[in-house]
């Protein structure tokens, strides 16, 4: 199973702070990446699939890159509304494996 | 729109069974995989397994078979996780979630508590 790691764990930040998430998977995934956010007591929510490509309806200050083994989840101008935890997951094999999440906080 | 709208939280006892029902709409049903994914109290997502939705085929992922099962009525758009011989570490919120290559949209999520 290709495993997925997250850094850091937990982000404490600031509104209008550029904020930047890093997913690494154990084997090459090509660009086959999903970051989802998720809300306390809400299902989960596509930001960015095929590890670049925005989400219908998702603000420009989101952005992802990378591709193989390393990618990263950006936010250019942390927004209020963005507190939220982040995952990521693989999608180039099964199982559909998901990271262990990035909590990201109020300063 | 598209949207998934699934069941109501339940409430079991050990050694019960429980069905969730996710109901699709806005798409056309057989054209995309649905998967079901469970979220323990305070943890992460675990990906459950998928089911083909025009054959009917399920996919589980290890750890989840046996016990779980997926189907469908695709009558009714509808997809279904079944749960046998709860344990009280089955407790944790179900989703299901559109899709192959990335989950969207999801299901609000049903709580399955199990309790004596």
């Known amino acids: 199973d290709i495993q997925l790691t997250q850094s850091p764990s937990f982000l404490s930040a600031s509104v209008g702070d550029r904020v930047t998430i890093t997913c690494r998977a154990s084997?090459?995934?090509?660009?086959?990446l999903a970051w989802y956010q998720q809300k306390p007591g809400k299902a989960p929510k596509l930001l960015i699939y095929?590890?670049?490509t925005l989400q219908s309806g998702v603000p420009s200050r989101f952005s992802g890159s990378g591709s193989g083994t390393e990618f990263t989840l950006t936010i250019s101008s942390l927004q209020p509304e963005d507190f939220a935890t982040y995952y990521c997951?693989?999608?180039?094999?099964?199982?559909?494996?998901f990271g262990p999440g990035t909590k990201v906080d109020i300063k | 729109q598209v949207q998934l709208v699934q069941s109501g939280s339940e409430l079991k006892k050990p050694g019960a069974s429980v069905k969730v029902s996710c109901k699709a709409s806005?798409?056309?049903?057989?054209?995309?995989?649905m998967n079901w994914v469970r979220q323990a109290p305070g943890q992460g997502l675990e990906w459950m397994g998928w089911i083909n939705t025009n054959t009917g085929n399920p996919t589980y992922a290890q750890g989840f078979t046996g016990r779980f099962v997926f189907s469908l009525d695709t009558s009714v758009s509808t997809a279904y996780l079944q749960i046998s011989s709860l344990k009280a570490e089955d407790t944790a919120v179900y989703y299901c979630?559109?899709?192959?290559?990335?989950?969207?949209?999801w299901g609000q999520g049903t709580l399955v508590t199990v309790s004596s």
């Open positions: 997951q693989q999608l180039n094999s099964y199982p559909r494996t």
């Open positions: 979630a559109r899709g192959g290559f990335h989950f969207d949209p």
């Open positions: 095929a590890a670049s």
């Open positions: 084997q090459g995934i090509s660009s086959y």
């Open positions: 806005g798409y056309t049903f057989t054209s995309y995989a």
